[in-house]
């Protein structure tokens, strides 16, 4: 019988200490598969950032360091440019990405970084207990925006980092997906498959956002999260791929 | 040994010493006045092979310096004291990650934007911490430019030694001026790749390894402790092992003055001048400032006056008050924003706790 399935070797045999529903572990998972296909998993070095999957390293299979909040991509820059011969890619968070580390994120694209960022927007800080993100949606309810956000009370839009990126002429991939489905999830894989494959063929500054639920902040069940992100999120964040 | 002799500026010869010493990469961002050790950099690393990036901001720099440094390599960025503020968090980064990792602070006027003249005033800064959390820098402070160049490769192996950042504080005179300066061959310094130390921690892809792991979270309860614990431990074998200081007379003068920097080239000048006046004037300069020579005053400081010089409200004189213990007063000579004091001042104070 053919072995069609099995665990990934990029990935630690471990107990998951995120909350049931949360996108994160999918997304890990899928990471180590890529690796894992691509057979990288011993020249790959991952960068962790500040927010629930700091804790990344307990998972993966790989050499790993942190990076303080918002600043994977300048780190990312250093270990890339010392080693170019290595696979380098940081894993965020809407708000270490579009909020704290907007400046690392945008100069490091604008420079052509050879270097896969995976990018998750669940909308929400989920480590401080659900703030605000510079993600949230109009309206949404959170601990910071309690009556919903409201660009009235210049709590400002939904940043789209994405579709400032993609005027940068250096940037090589951009593409916006989500966890909503059996089926979305494999166009996830796909898409983080090629910001890897890039990279190896040396073609620059690739990032994949992953659209992922948090239903302990969204108030809502794991089920009712995934058809939350069908039907509300990508009214604000069109799926498919921009550059 | 094949040595030659050389005209540069302090900062010149520090981006100099860092490349002999091995330094492949710099990351830094436009301040006054360091602008020189930038610039030589973006001139000198791509003849040697090492990478140069003028990052988007003093923290970006920090951080990609972190991201070589966990890559093995040996790496630095410069600023100057409003820069340096700003790199806090990657230095705390840096000491909480176990990273090596050089950094030089060619010190200005504050607090604030302040001005651009030379000052001492990030000792505190740089010899307490400065960031987040309990950790130090070993903190270098040269009065030369040959010593800059030497404490500078001191730095890079003593930072890989300790697996902790390490800090050059120059103020800006010792950046700018121009002095004769002995440059060793290359073959005689520290760089060839079989005299660096192989990091085994260094993340450079799990092959044939588990995973490194570089991180600075410890969230099980007292791992933090326990690691904070490693790391006074750590600080605690430094303090024995790497004060350095530079010492005239301080047995049997009547009067130590304790300065460091350019301003011990001027206290130098101001005791040289008062024992021709057959005056007994005794110098001390801490060439590390953290760990400080608190010892060595300790031991001298009895039946003496103590005279502390800065180019500050007083920083260096908090430590110095503590390694004198109360057992004898500490004057004090100091200016700010730019101002620093001549050798008529320095001998004039000198004279006043002597009773000249």
């Known amino acids: 019988m053919d072995k069609i399935y099995s665990h ?10 995120y909350c049931p529903g949360c996108g994160h572990g999918t997304i890990h998972k899928l990471i180590c598969q890529v690796i894992d296909e691509l057979g990288i998993r011993e020249k790959t070095i991952a960068i962790a950032p500040v927010g629930c999957a700091v804790l990344a390293y307990d998972y993966w299979n790989l050499d790993t360091t942190e990076a303080a909040h918002g600043r994977a991509t300048a780190v990312a820059t250093g270990l890339k440019r010392t080693q170019p011969e290595k696979i380098i890619f940081t894993y965020q968070g809407d708000g270490d990405l579009a909020a704290i580390g907007t400046a690392e994120t945008i100069h490091c694209a604008n420079r052509g970084e050879n270097i896969t960022v995976i990018f998750v927007n669940n909308g929400i800080y989920g480590m401080t207990g659900g703030q605000m993100a510079p993600t949230t949606l109009i309206g949404q309810k959170t601990a910071t925006t309690p009556r919903g956000r409201n660009v009235n009370l210049g709590e400002g839009e939904p940043l789209k980092l994405l579709e400032m990126l993609a005027v940068l002429p250096r940037v090589y991939y951009l593409e916006r997906t989500a966890i909503c489905s059996p089926r979305s999830v494999l166009n996830v894989k796909r898409a983080i498959k090629q910001a890897f494959s890039n990279q190896i063929e040396n073609k620059g500054f690739s990032l994949v956002e992953v659209i992922s639920p948090c239903p302990t902040y969204w108030n809502k069940s794991a089920a009712d999260c995934l058809k939350w992100i069908e039907h509300e999120v990508v009214k604000t964040y069109p799926l498919g791929r921009l550059k | 040994m094949k040595t030659k002799k050389i005209l540069m500026t302090g900062n010149e010869a520090m981006a100099e010493a860092a490349i002999q010493a091995g330094c492949r990469f710099y990351a830094g961002y436009p301040i006054t006045p360091q602008n020189e050790i930038p610039a030589y950099f973006a001139n000198h690393m791509p003849e040697v092979g090492g990478v140069f990036i003028q990052a988007e ?47 030089i602070n060619v010190m200005r006027g504050g607090p604030g934007l302040g001005n651009i003249s ?8 740089a010899t307490k911490g400065g960031g987040h959390g309990d950790y130090h820098m070993i903190v270098f402070a040269p009065s030369s430019v040959q010593e800059a160049f ?31 300066l002995v440059v060793h061959s290359p073959q005689s310094t520290v760089h060839s790749k079989s005299r660096l130390l192989t990091k085994k921690w260094a993340l450079t892809g799990a092959k044939n390894r588990k995973p490194n792991v570089i991180r600075s979270l410890f969230l099980a309860e007292g791992r933090l402790e326990e690691f904070n614990e490693e790391l006074q431990n750590k600080y605690t074998r430094i303090k024995n ?16 003055v304790v300065s460091y920097g350019i301003m011990a080239r001027i206290v130098s000048g101001a005791i040289e001048n008062l024992k021709k006046q057959k005056l007994n004037i005794g110098s001390l300069r801490p060439i590390t400032l953290w760990p400080f020579p608190t010892d060595i005053i300790r031991k001298v400081a009895k039946n003496k006056k103590i005279l502390v010089v800065e180019m500050s409200a007083g920083q260096m004189l908090e430590d110095c008050l503590l390694a004198v213990n109360g057992q004898a007063k500490v004057d004090f000579l100091g200016r700010t924003g730019g101002g620093i004091s001549s050798e008529e001042e320095i001998i004039k104070k000198i004279k006043s706790l002597v009773g000249r």
């Open chain 1, 8 to 17: 990934p070797k990029s990935l630690h045999d471990t107990t998951t200490h």
């Open chain 2, 241 to 256: 092992k790497e004060v350095r200081f530079e010492a005239d007379n301080i047995e049997d003068c009547d009067c130590l």
């Open chain 2, 150 to 180: 030497d404490l500078t490769v001191l730095a890079f192996d003593l930072a890989d030694k300790y697996r902790m950042p390490a800090m050059i504080l120059v103020d800006g005179f010792i950046g700018q001026m121009m002095e004769p």
């Open chain 2, 57 to 103: 901001s003093e923290i970006s720099a920090i951080n990609m310096v972190f991201g070589a440094s966990a890559a093995g390599k040996r790496a630095m960025t410069s600023s100057s004291s409003p820069g340096i503020s700003l790199k806090q968090e990657g230095i705390s980064y840096l000491a909480g990650c176990q990273l090596p990792g050089v950094i």
């Open chain 2, 118 to 125: 030379p000052s001492q005033a990030d000792y505190f800064q």
